[in-house]
């Protein structure tokens, strides 16, 4: 076993798994958005206790950004540059890299194509380890940082060699992932992933249920990548840390709950919610709270779920 694979194990462990506005209804949204989150500092994370908003639960920290592909206008944009560690959302990079390796044809083995889907559709660990060893770990950051012109990710920090769950997200970069799926990517590339991403099962390979935020508040047609980190694997709390535990500007302690996606016809919506949560919540409590906050949302073209 590598470090890089001990190191994964071990968080295993702690884990469950502008065109320009277009008429006056439009312009609304856009100051709407203005007056929801101060400008933030370019090319990194905005202070702790920057941008809040009524929506997101006490003792919450999220990044939010919902893009309105149709009229080319974000509804929505809260800390949209704060970096949080990626859980299981840098799968969308680590899946892109491995199909980028393999074009112009982008074909796979029928295993490699299994695999790949799995991770995707179903989140599995073992196979994000899997490319992340083969393909040269941080390595496939820094090419889908440059290949998608990514403004904020950062490959995992040097304390924590091998957990690519620790790699360094927003939710900008997030909407720019998915842009790119959308309209740059080659044809065979988007069809992969975005339709494993349709695909999304209720539970991981892990058990635990991947049924929260987008998958919950919108009817389908829908496109979902989950993340999460920080919790025991039964879903209880994590006992509280003594301090807080840090790598330059990631918060590495706060249990970590993310959604992202594509929601309405013709992926008409991205949507990406990040969100770290008190010490000692349980996967069921930030569930609930990543749920109330994604419903709350203004998100063009989505069909809400009763309930």
Known sequence: MTAGEDSFREERALQIRFVPALGVTAVVAALAAVALCAAPPAG??????????????????????????????????????????????????????????????????????????????????????????????????GRMVARLRLADTVPPPPSHPGYWGYTGLTAADTVRIYRYLLDEAPAPLREVVMGELRRATLHGTDGFDQGFGMAAAFERPRAVKQGWSGFRPDGSAEPPRPRARTAGDLELSRPALHTTGTVGREDRTIVAVLSLHPQGTSYREAYSALGRLTRALDVPGAVRTRG
Not at 88 to 97: F, G, T
Not at 114 to 128: K, P
Request: glycine content about 12%.
């Open 44 to 141: 990194g994370a905005e202070p702790q206790g920057g941008p809040q908003d009524a929506r997101v639960p006490a003792g919450v920290t999220a990044g939010v950004a919902v893009y309105d592909r149709q009229t080319g206008v974000f509804t929505e944009q809260l800390n949209t540059r704060t970096r949080f560690r990626s859980a299981s959302v840098v799968k969308l990079l680590i899946a892109l890299d491995h199909l980028w390796l393999r074009g112009p044809g982008y074909e796979l083995p029928a295993d490699d194509r299994e695999r790949l889907g799995l991770m995707l559709r179903s989140s599995d660990d073992d196979a994000a380890s899997h490319y992340w060893t083969q393909n040269g770990g941080e390595a496939i950051v």
